[in-house]
């Protein structure tokens, strides 16, 4: 049986990615409304990597860091473009430490365009 930490941070992972989904799928934000997207890509990608981490854990490997779980899903075959995943630690430690209009529309559009697919393609790829 599936540890019910993981099936639980999947639960979690989906409804995230549901009202991300809802965000990027808006043609036009407010910067509130920019501003709750961005902080809801956050959240997912929270829940992505800490779920990677605990599927590492249940097969005895160590994934503390972000960089260390998106590792793991490389070597797991779980993601293909690790680029992307770069991209997205790189993007996530900015919202975390500084707010800057032109980084969150940045951000923003990189969520757009890239990261929302990737979180959305991982999310279909992991064992339910």
């Not at 097969?59 to 995943?85: D, H, V």
């Not at 430490?97 to 992991?126: C, G, M, P």
């Amino acid at each position: 049986m599936k540890d019910q930490r993981i099936k639980q941070s999947l639960q979690n992972f989906e409804k995230a990615l549901t009202q991300l989904k809802t965000a990027v799928e808006k043609n036009s934000l407010t910067e509130l409304e920019r501003s709750g997207a961005i902080q809801n890509f956050e959240y997912c990608y929270e829940l992505c990597w800490k779920t990677l981490k605990k599927m590492a854990e249940g097969e005895g490997r160590s994934a503390p860091t972000p960089r260390k779980a998106f590792q793991y899903a490389l070597e797991a075959g779980l993601i293909q473009n690790e680029k992307i995943w770069v991209e997205m630690i790189l993007d996530r430690n900015l919202t975390t430490h500084t707010y800057d209009e032109k980084i969150a529309e940045k951000v923003y559009q990189n969520i757009r365009e890239k990261y929302y697919s990737a979180l959305e393609l991982i999310f279909k790829t992991l064992p339910h």
